[in-house]
Structures are given as C-alpha cells and as structure tokens.
C-alpha cells in the first residue's frame, strides 16, 4: 500500500530502481540534485535539469509539463552520492501560473517500474514560491528512504540553488529556464486524429507533451500509476463497415483527444483490467478532490493573512483606502476559489466519462444490481478477481460513485451496522441523496426526527444488505463453491432470509436457539483447526471425507442476543482464524447493544469490515483521509434480479451434482 507521506516524514524504500512521478496544475520543470553525505554539492554537474537530463544514475524530462516521471536508479548512482533532492521549479514566459499556489497543490509519488506505489507527497500551503525541493532520496546506513520536504523559494531556481550550495546558482538558474525555452520552441502540436498517430492523452510521450497540452487551461492527467495507454484501434476504410456494438467511446472529432475506453489499465484479463481500472478511478478522485480542497484552503488563508494585514494598523483600519484593500482581498479569494472549482469541475468532467464507460462493462461480480449484465447472469466457472460490496463518493461531487470492490478471497470479516447513524459523523448522509438512493416509501419502519429509520427500520434494512451481499458472493463463485449458513437465535430474520430459503441457496434452515448456535460455531470452529492443521503439516488428503469444502458464509443476525460467552469467543476466533482456513463471517450486529460486554468484543469490531445499510460518511482512504460517504448496493424496488441469479445459481448446482453422479 502506497504511503502518503506529510511534511518531514520518511519511509523506506524496498527497490533501488525507481520512478518518480509528478502530477501539477499546471506546466513545471522537473531536476534533481546529487549531494554528498554532508549535503554538498560539487557543482553544477551534480544537477540533472531540462538543459541537462542524464546524469549517471538519473534522468529528468528535459521539458515543462504538468506531469513528469523521473528515472532513478540508486546503485547506479555515484558511490559519493548520498542525497537526491527533487526539485520543481515554474517555467518562466511559457505561460501557467505565477506561483505555487496560483494553481493545485503538486503532487509527487515514488513508484516501482511497474507502478507499484511505494510512498506519494501531496505539497500543501505553497504561496508565492516559485520553486519547491520536494523530496529527496537519502541513504542511511547503507538503506535508502524518501523524505517529503516541501521546502519552498520564492526568488525561484537562483534562491534554491543558492540555498543548495552552488557558487553558479544565477547561472544554472538562468540555464535552466532557456533549456525549457528552447524545448517549448522545438516542441510540435499534437497529430490531427486519422494519421495513424495517437491523440490527445494517448498521445503524450515521457520526454513532454505539446504545448497545448502543457498549458495551464490544458487538462490534468490524474491516471493512476498502474493504468496502460491502449495500443491505437485499427479504423475501417468505410465506416458503415465497423462492427455495430464495438467496444470503446465512439471515434472522436477531428483534432479532440480519445475518449476513454474500458480497461485501461494493466492486468491479465479484462476482469482484472476493470478491477485496477476501478481503483486508479478511486484514488484519482481522492488526489483531484485533495487538490482542490488544498486550494481552496490556500485561498482562505490568504484571504485571512491580507484581511489581518489590513487591521493589523490601527490608523488604516477605517477609510477608502482599507475598503479598497478588503475588496481587493476578497476579489483574489473569489478568483482563487473560481480557479480551484473550475480545474476541479475539468477533472470531474474526465472522471464522470471514464465511470460512463467503465459502469456499462463491468461484470456481475463487479456491477451494481440496476446493471443489464444480471440480466444474461450465468454461473461462474472460475473465482472472479473481486466483488462489490457498494458505492463510494465525496460531498464535492455527489453524482459521481466510485464501485467499493473487495478482492476475493475475503481476508477480513463484514460488519453490517444495524445501529443508528452518528448525527456528527455522518452528517448530510441523509440530506445528500438519502432519498434519491433509497425513496420516500423505501424505509421499512418509521423514520426519526433526523430522518434516519428508527431501530426496526435499521434493523431490517441491516439484514436486507445481509442478504444481498449474500447473494452476490453466491454469484461471484463457482456453483457450490461456497456455502451460505444462518444463526437467527430469535427466528427475527425470517421474512428477509425468503429469498435464500426458497432458491435453496441455504441448505441447511437458519439455527435459531441457543442449542443452535453452539452447534454451528461448533461445527465451524472444529473445520476451522482441521484446515489449518492439514495446512500446517501438508496433509490435505487427510481431511475428513465429511469436511464440506467449500468455502463458508455465516451470517450471525441480532447478535448479541442467545449468545453466552463461549459462543462470543468462538465468534472472535473464527472473525480472526477463519479467512486462512475459507471461513468468513458477517455479522449483523448493533454495537450499541453488545456494550455490556465491555472490551471484550473491541478485537471483534476492530477485526471486521464496518457495512451500513443507509449513506454514511464513515470511511477514510489511506492518502489523504478523505471521509467518503458509503452506499449499499441495493436491488432496484420491484425488480426480481435478485431471485433470478439465485434461481441460475440453484440449477447450476443441481447440473453440477448431476455430473458428478455421472462421473463416479
């Protein structure tokens, strides 16, 4: 897991060949320094820079552009080298913005060549810096780690190579910025769509893109690491000759960039393409919505800096003269702010039209209920890459849902949370699209005064998601290739359990009673240490010839209630145990009620997957700690798609055990 680092902070690095990659708003120019152990720079030969690009070990793009990858190979570097600094530094007289924070917040991350995300830096609270050392590469007792730096200058390149140590500071500098001037000069517009040649974001190769493509109104490029620029697609002689129903965008006008095309990104089949094609979505989303939330936070700051600046004299405080101050403060915070939204809304627009794409192609396991693909469902034969166990989206652009997938097998637990939302912690979940998602007749029960359900609304809505979630793991996996078993001590859940009893997706009715929970997490707990001991000593053949195995669901409804403290163990046993052994868990579960039994259950909640059953705020990503609001994956009102597949599901099974009677 990439790790998103804050000013100051470290980590090591696990490769010696790297890439450094660079996402801006706009054009900037790319180096780096090689410095000794004391931090000393030799000379100006100790610089890779546009006039300059290779230097043994490193090499930098020898133009201005919103996006660089840097090639770093730290054993090939000089064995006095000790510190690679990363600079950037805005190009001057090829457009873009006056500072660092005329624009979004750059953001820097150190990768494998394969993409592999290793550590990122988004650079937060720039101002009038112009030119920026953003991290380095450092050794320390004979390993390599990155640091983020963030260290700013506003007299440009001259000031920050001074700072470095370089008697030729002005020189380089003034080198630097007519290399970038030479290389604007020599760059050429992109190709007119129809010569053969890729266009738009295709088209841009490492050494820069064109000029349009630099400009500060051009777009950001937020792709993820891992995404692959698709070879060109063959065009017919006669376009009423192309096949009807092609895959991809329809063919763009000429001289506009490619739309996007399903499965840009790497993997080795499509499944897995649209699985990292989901995630690269998910994590441009969170840098975009980063970025923008860094401007505008930066536009606030200076609003309040200028406004203190201004009564921060008694004498001025009053008058024409601090009036015009004022406005003229706030008129910058509006045109920063306008800014801000306007390359936000531009990355969205990017980002809407992918997810149009992508949505449509996704399969079973991977789309959500309303797709047509449930439509044409067959059983699986092979175990997909992932499956979906919602949407996810920010306040800054509710109409844009980004698929929650869970790679398959499950290495955790599921949680449904069929307690009552924090009010402080899931502020506006109701407000922003509860109704749309769920409609003004779709809560079972009454509703509070927030508008939530009440507790049995909460309750039966937490089941209906048991079920569903139920079902499409059922349809992620080969036919009888994993087993649904129920624990209902109360018999509660009965009603909202029809559609698996009745499809016989269950095989067994649910355990209700105390004799009936002990007997299941008995059951389950001894397949759980056969497993594990045949795993240990490699003796699977040695399994009993009873031992279902299939991998398992149980689904625990109302817990705490009928469960003593025996059954409470075995439950925090198989949430931990039971994933290596093919056991896995979802409980359906207030914690509200469960409190009596104090820190006891605190590893049981830790070790599962929190679900709700209505738009919460509740998750938080591992880069920037964006709380983004979750949505369960629910059937269309009406629809039978949900009995359909379980109906495929049971046929499969039956022609399955037909099979298997012929065989033996």
Not at 66 to 89: G, K, N, Q, T, W
Not at 391 to 411: F, N, S
Request: glycine share 10%; with cysteine.
């Amino acid at each position: 897991m990439t790790a998103e680092l804050v000013r100051g902070q470290n980590h090591p690095l696990d490769r010696t060949r790297l890439e450094i990659r660079i996402a801006a708003g706009g054009p900037v120019v790319a180096g780096a320094t090689l410095a000794d152990e004391a931090g000393g720079i030799p000379g100006v030969e100790a610089v890779a820079h546009p006039g300059a690009p290779r230097r043994t070990g490193i090499e930098v793009p020898r133009q201005a552009a919103a996006e660089h990858r840097i090639a770093v190979d730290l054993d090939a570097l000089p064995a006095a080298v000790h510190r690679v600094s990363v600079l950037l530094a805005l190009p001057v007289g090829v457009g873009g913005p006056a500072a660092f924070g005329a624009a979004a917040a750059p953001f820097v991350s150190v990768t494998g060549l394969d993409g592999t995300g290793i550590a990122s830096y988004t650079l937060t609270d720039l101002g009038a810096e112009t030119a920026v050392v953003a991290l380095e590469l450092y050794r320390r007792q004979g390993a390599w780690k990155v640091r983020a730096v963030g260290q700013g200058y506003a007299g440009g390149l001259a000031a920050l190579f001074q700072d470095q140590g370089l008697p030729q500071a002005a020189e380089l500098a003034s080198d630097v910025q007519e290399a970038v001037r030479r290389g604007q000069a020599r760059s050429v517009p992109a190709p007119a769509a129809g010569t053969g040649t890729r266009t738009g974001t295709d088209a841009a190769p490492d050494t820069g893109p064109a000029p349009e493509a630099a400009s500060a109104a051009g777009p950001v490029d937020y792709r993820h690491p891992k995404r692959r620029t698709p070879s060109p697609r063959p065009q017919p002689d006669h376009p009423a000759t192309a096949a009807p129903g092609a895959a991809g965008a329809p063919p763009a006008p000429q001289g506009a960039p490619t739309g996007p095309v399903a499965g840009d990104a790497a993997g080795r089949t499509m499944e897995e393409r649209l699985y990292n094609q989901v995630w690269g979505m998910f994590e441009d989303l969170a840098r975009t919505v980063a970025a923008y939330r860094s401007a505008m936070d930066f536009a606030q700051s200076r609003l309040a800096k200028e406004l203190d600046a201004v009564n921060a004299d008694p004498r001025n405080r009053v008058g024409a003269a601090a009036d015009a101050a004022r406005a003229a403060a706030h008129d910058k915070h509006a045109r920063l702010a306008a800014q801000a939204r306007e390359v936000l809304d531009r990355d969205l627009a990017q980002l809407t039209a992918e997810a149009e794409v992508v949505e449509p192609a996704l399969p079973p396991a991977l789309a959500a209920w309303s797709s047509p693909v449930w439509q044409g469902y067959r059983a699986a034969e092979e175990y997909p890459t992932a499956v979906r166990l919602g949407d996810l989206r920010l306040p800054e652009c509710p109409d844009l849902r980004i698929p929650m997938l869970v790679r398959l097998p499950m290495d955790r637990g599921l949680w449904i949370d069929s307690g009552r939302p924090e009010v402080s912690g899931s502020a506006g979940a109701h407000d922003d699209g509860f109704a749309d998602v769920f409609g003004p007749d779709g809560l079972d029960g009454g509703q509070d005064a927030d508008g939530f359900p009440d507790a049995a609304g909460m309750r039966r809505r937490a089941v209906d998601t048991a079920v569903s979630l139920a079902a499409r793991l059922l349809a992620a996996h080969p036919a009888g290739e994993l087993t649904v078993q129920v624990v209902d001590p109360a018999g509660a859940a009965a009603a909202a359990l029809a559609p698996l009893r009745e499809t016989g997706a269950l095989r067994e009715p649910p355990a209700a009673g105390a004799q009936g929970v002990t007997a299941v997490l008995g059951e389950l707990t001894r397949r759980v240490d056969l497993v594990q001991m045949a795993i240990r000593n490699q003796a699977a053949d040695a399994l009993p010839p009873d031992l279902d195995t299939a991998e398992q669901l149980l689904i625990v409804h109302d817990f705490p209630h009928g469960f003593d403290d025996r059954a409470v163990n075995q439950l925090r046993y198989l949430a931990d145990e039971g994933p290596s052994a093919g056991v896995h868990l979802m409980m359906v579960a207030d914690r509200a009620e469960a409190r009596e039994y104090g820190p006891l259950l605190d590893p049981l909640w830790r070790s599962l997957l929190r679900i709700t059953p209505v738009p919460d705020a509740y998750l938080a990503d591992p880069w920037v700690g964006h709380a983004w609001t979750y949505e369960p994956s629910r059937v269309p009102e009406g629809s039978r798609v949900l009995r359909q597949v379980l109906g495929s599901l049971a046929e499969a099974r039956r022609a399955r055990g037909h099979s298997r009677t012929r065989e033996r």
